[in-house]
């Protein structure tokens, strides 16, 4: 167990691609961080550089409170679970979890010993001596965690080690994932793209977009408060609604005419409003007190189970917007419903930078 | 397309019998006397002297050579084939490696080197290879026979091409693992090849065995001579002399190839992937 | 080139040296040799050698000794790859096509890759023998009086068709491989879009086995070139005389026999030359394969 402290990480590629631009993260004892954003944000390459895989441009990287930027890395003391699981085809499984400790020139019965109670741990005891080629996508990647629980790593790292499951396996291995970590206590880093897995994992989120820290807090801070249009389109689904602000000298409006009860005191011209397709209402009646409401015109519903998706426009042309209902919603599409949305639902948003605005908007008197 | 299927079957057969054939004819003659051979011409028929014949050319010196056996041969074949793909594999799977897994700083210019002894083969620079191997007093030993052979990095650029579809992630591992470069070709690379090894080998063994210009020029001693260097003494004894013992010459091509077209066939799925993915 | 690579500074050296340095000493400097030699006219009595610039290329491109044999080798390369590569190419689709005993067919058609080119024309030198061959005794029902060594034609002939007989399961292996990678799937398609078997052929997996004809067609062109030599000194019992030989064989003779060093070297730099071209082009054609796929 360790703390991981970055500062300022740098990555810069030769032909000078900046993969990461200066990132500064301090991962606590036993904490779980989850790294999320779309393919080439950088977040593998930030994971890799905390293995040493791969060399630190400029900042520093630090494991137990000393700086590694230089060390091997097997002689960092982290284990990394792969993508594609990295398993020696030609060594049985417990070779493969055995192979890390002999080369540290570990006693056999020791060896012997911690491959065993892992192997019990994750289920994979009868296994022990086949090949990989002779498993099971899902037992490969217990094998995988099994490697790098036997060297009782100060840190665990994984980079999109579920992704080559299929959707069932993906979520009950999430979860194992999650208890095992809790139970060993041990201090982990882990890659995806998958915001689904992000939220259920994580301690704390780390957005990464083109290099760059979007925003780091709880799953839950993230969802209910994203500092940027990125991270509010990112995180969720289906995705935040954004719909297109102006000022109009004393209020500001939405741009289909619909009433948006709010002030601002900013200097910012044109904003983005935000709403998450759960916080709309659908309103019985035209007339409505909300800080928003306006009117929808359906073009399709899906019912996906539990609850419906219904798509449609604000208004006659207005922005697509998508609104979550419980239950199966009996609408149709060229019907025209009331939406309401409720003050503290609304999230504003810079339209130039992106950045939610620090500025809380105050309720208008209608 | 039942009908379709007689005539590929059909012409799948007569391809057959038109690469069996002039060996069957060949292993036929050597089973019949060399009198009735030059009465009657090639056999397809078997005749009553296989056991002498054979035993003939493998024990007693003194027919198309003076001094070696067909045994002696043999051996030197086998030491000349085995010799050339062991040292070939050993060899290039060691530059292949340093070429793939190290940062070098000057990677491409070995590379070029390397790459340039493709380009020639040994027919068109054999006499100054002669030259250096008889200068160097190589003549008539097994070094001089088996090593500048080697001297083409065929057996380079498959591994190359095999380690490069190695998974990176591997080496990470491997290397978290706290395996040095020499541990990880030892216990990781190397039992990975396995296949990609034997399908070398299988090509190189055959290759080596059946070398033919090289070994004329550099074994002059008869106790050097491969199978298929002694051929060349068959052909010459055969222009010179009018009732040659056909039946002896047959037999020393069948033994002459025999072991590659065994191992051809036992080993024959490592075979066909050794030749066409070497050779992407 | 690897993600991640070892930093070691001699290890990469230590295990380059026995490549290299068998390279350097049995590639490069023979190679080299060769060139420089080229270009001088040796002593006949071994008191060393003169500067001749071009000369000996002059003199060996305007023999017509040199020139009749370029033409033999032209024919012959021409002959052996068009016949070996349809022929081989004819029976890889039959193996394809049929539902049983494939794999028998490709062992009986392969096992002939074994044997060594030398030992092939021994074995064709006995069934071409004017007394004892049984093909010759085949020709001659035909009126064809086949004389091996005498007549420069039928020697011509039995060369040829040694030589391809032994190149078909080369080819043979890789047209089979190359049609056994056409995806399923777009046999399927072809196989509802087109009626005829043989329209299908030609239109749909002939172009597919495109890049695996032209990379043959120049293994072929190199083996007619380079390893056909061991068959033509064993039909010709080393005695080229009238004989038709090819360019190799000619490099060899004029070294070993002749003793014209220089003529020889230029020869051997005319068909490294040619042998440039011709592997640039391959490396090339690979590159694009790569790139399609």
């Keep these: 167990m360790a ?19 200066g990132v500064s993260l301090t991962i606590e004892n036993g904490e779980f961080i989850v790294l999320v954003g779309p393919s080439g944000c950088g977040k593998s390459t930030l994971l890799r550089m905390v293995a040493g895989l791969e ?32 398993l020696y085809p030609h060594m049985s499984v417990y070779d493969n979890m055995a192979y890390g400790l002999k080369n540290r020139g570990m006693d056999r019965d ?39 629980i036997v060297r009782e790593p100060k840190a665990f790292l994984f980079d999109e080690p579920l992704s080559n499951l299929d959707a069932k396996l993906r979520v009950q291995m999430r979860l194992e994932i999650k208890k095992l970590q809790k139970s060993l206590g041990t201090t982990s880093l882990y890659v995806t793209h998958d915001q689904l897995e992000a939220m259920t994992l994580a301690d704390r989120l780390v957005v990464l977009n083109g290099g760059v820290v979007e925003q780091i807090g709880t799953p839950i801070e993230v969802y209910e408060k994203p500092q940027s249009t990125f991270v509010a389109s990112f995180i969720g689904s289906p995705a935040m609604n954004f719909l297109p602000v102006t000022n109009v000298g004393t209020h500001w409006r939405l741009q289909q005419g619909s009433g948006l009860r709010v002030h601002f005191d900013t200097d910012v011209n044109e904003l983005t409003l935000g709403v ?91 | 397309m039942r009908r379709v299927h007689f005539w590929d079957h059909l012409i799948l057969i007569l391809g057959s019998l038109l690469m069996l054939m002039p060996i069957l004819y060949a292993f036929m003659t050597s089973t019949h006397d060399p009198v009735s051979i030059f009465r009657n011409g090639m056999q397809l028929s078997p005749g009553g002297h296989f056991f002498e014949t054979y035993h003939t050319i493998l024990t007693k010196a003194g027919g198309f050579t003076k001094e070696v056996t067909g045994v002696t041969m043999f051996w030197n074949s086998m030491i000349l084939g085995i010799g050339f793909a062991v040292g070939k594999i050993v060899i290039s799977m060691m530059a292949a490696y340093a070429i793939v897994y190290f940062r070098l700083p000057f990677a491409s210019f070995f590379f070029w080197i390397i790459f340039s002894s493709l380009l020639l083969p ?25 090593i500048p052979l080697i001297a083409s990095a065929t057996g380079t650029f498959y591994f190359r091409q095999f380690f490069k579809s190695v998974p990176d992630e591997l080496v990470e591992a491997a290397r978290i693992d706290g395996a040095g470069p020499v541990k990880f070709f030892l216990d990781i690379l190397v039992p990975l090849s396995r296949t990609m090894i034997a399908a070398i080998f299988i090509i190189m063994f055959v290759y080596g065995w059946n070398q033919y210009l090289w070994p004329t020029l550099i074994t002059t001693d008869e106790s ?37 077209i065994l191992v051809v066939i036992i080993f024959q799925s490592w075979f066909v992937k050794g030749l066409v993915e070497s050779e992407k | ?22 390279i350097g000493l049995f590639f490069l400097w023979p190679a080299g040799e060769a060139i420089r030699a080229s270009f001088y006219l040796e002593d006949p009595f071994g008191f060393g050698s003169t500067f001749v610039g ?33 022929i081989s190419l004819l029976l890889a689709v039959k193996a394809d096509a049929v539902l049983h005993a494939r794999s028998s067919y490709r062992t009986l058609l392969m096992w002939v890759y074994a044997i060594a080119p030398p030992v092939a024309g021994l074995v064709s030198l006995m069934l071409f023998d004017q007394h004892l061959g049984p093909i010759t005794d085949l020709a001659a029902l035909f009126g064809w009086e086949l004389r091996l060594g005498v007549n420069g034609f039928d020697t011509a002939f039995v060369m040829s068709t040694t030589a391809i007989w032994k190149q078909i399961p080369v080819n043979f292996i890789f047209f089979l491989s190359g049609l056994q990678s056409v995806p399923k799937s777009i046999q399927e398609a072809a196989a509802i879009d087109c009626k005829s078997g043989t329209r299908r052929f030609w239109s749909v997996t002939f172009p597919l086995l495109a890049p695996t004809g032209f990379f043959l067609l120049i293994i072929n062109i190199t083996y007619a070139l380079f390893d056909t030599f061991g068959i033509i000194d064993v039909l010709i019992k080393s005695e080229p005389g009238n004989n038709p030989i090819t360019l190799v064989y000619k490099v060899y003779n004029d070294a070993f026999r002749g003793n014209d060093l220089g003529g020889s070297s230029a020869q051997s730099v005319v068909l490294m030359i040619l042998v440039f071209i011709l592997t640039i082009i391959q490396f090339r054609m690979i590159e694009r394969k790569v790139h399609y796929n």
Aim: proline share 4%; hydrophobic share 45%; aromatic share 8%.
């Design chain 1, 3 to 21: 703390v991981i402290s970055l500062q300022d990480v740098r990555k810069v590629y030769a032909g000078n691609v900046e993969a990461v631009k």
């Design chain 1, 55 to 86: 060399e630190i441009t400029s900042g520093t990287v630090q494991i137990g409170g000393s700086v590694v930027n230089k060390v091997e890395p097997a002689d960092r003391d982290i284990a990394m679970v792969f993508q594609n699981y990295a």
């Design chain 1, 110 to 148: 020791e060896i012997a010993n911690r491959v065993r109670i892992a192997a019990n741990k994750l289920e994979i005891a009868e296994y022990l001596d086949r090949k990989p080629r002779a498993l099971s996508g899902g037992q490969r990647q217990r094998v995988a965690m099994g490697r790098a």
């Design chain 1, 276 to 366: 998450r397709p759960e916080d709309f209402t659908i309103a019985n009646g035209p007339q409505s007190d909300e800080a928003l409401s306006a009117s929808l015109l359906v073009s399709a519903v899906e019912l996906v189970g539990a609850e419906s998706f219904v798509h449609g426009t604000l208004g006659e042309t207005g922005p697509e917007i998508i609104v979550r209902v419980h239950g199966k919603a009996g609408y149709v599409a060229g019907e025209t419903l009331a939406l309401t949305a409720s003050y503290e639902k609304l999230h504003f948003f810079d339209t130039k930078t992106g950045k939610c605005l620090k500025v809380s908007p105050s309720r208008a008197i209608a």
């Design chain 2, 122 to 146: 040994l027919e068109v620079r054999i006499l100054p290879s002669y030259e250096i191997v008889q200068s160097m007093g190589m003549m008539n030993s097994y070094a001089g026979l088996i």
């Design chain 2, 224 to 260: 050097f001579f491969t199978l298929v260097r002694g051929i060349k003494q068959i052909t010459q004894v055969y222009a010179e002399s009018r009732l040659p013992k056909v039946n002896e010459a047959m037999a020393l091509s069948i033994l002459a190839m025999l072991p590659p």
């Design chain 3, 1 to 22: 080139m690897k993600r991640v690579q070892f930093r070691h500074s001699l290890l990469p050296y230590f295990l380059l040296i026995p490549q290299l340095s068998i």
């Design chain 3, 54 to 86: 071009m000369d000996n290329y002059i003199d060996t491109m305007s023999n017509a000794e040199y020139l009749n044999t370029a033409w033999f080798t032209l024919i012959f390369t021409v002959v052996v790859a068009f016949f070996s590569l349809s």
